[in-house]
């Protein structure tokens, strides 16, 4: 499974962007994706998932009512669309994957297997 995400850049606080995550290679059901970030000197977060049997969507409470997690239909891509842009949420985005529902552990980058190279979102103030 490869995974390519891109739509990073900068904006300016209150603005918005969209993320997309290009899926790739082997398909599998039962699959949990998810969206996390890492800003400079600080370790890697969880962001927003999404269980894609279900259709359930999570958020890290930082960024509910302000970020939503998609996908398109064909399943191919996957979306995270930030609104409400603050500075706080500059960070390199990333996105994983992972062959299974992941529940106890959906928000640890440890229970993912598959991850995207990453894009820079700068948010200024």
């Known amino acids: 499974v490869q995974l390519q995400a891109s739509g990073g850049g900068l904006v300016q606080a209150g603005g918005s962007l969209r993320l997309s995550c290009a899926v790739s290679?082997?398909?599998?059901?039962?699959?949990?994706m998810g969206w996390f970030r890492q800003a400079t000197g600080k370790e890697r977060e969880f962001v927003a998932g999404?269980?894609?049997?279900?259709?359930?969507?999570f958020y890290a409470d930082s960024v509910k009512g302000r970020f939503t997690i998609s996908r398109d239909n064909a399943k191919t891509t996957l979306y995270l669309q930030m609104n409400s842009l603050k500075p706080e949420d500059t960070a390199v985005y990333y996105c994983?994957?992972?062959?299974?529902?992941?529940?106890?552990?959906?928000?640890?980058?440890?229970?993912?297997?598959?991850w995207g190279q990453g894009t820079q979102v700068t948010v200024s103030s």
């Open positions: 999404f269980w894609r049997n279900t259709g359930n969507t």
């Open positions: 290679g082997r398909t599998f059901s039962g699959v949990t």
């Open positions: 994983a994957a992972a062959p299974r529902i992941i529940y106890s552990n959906r928000e640890e980058p440890s229970g993912y297997d598959y």
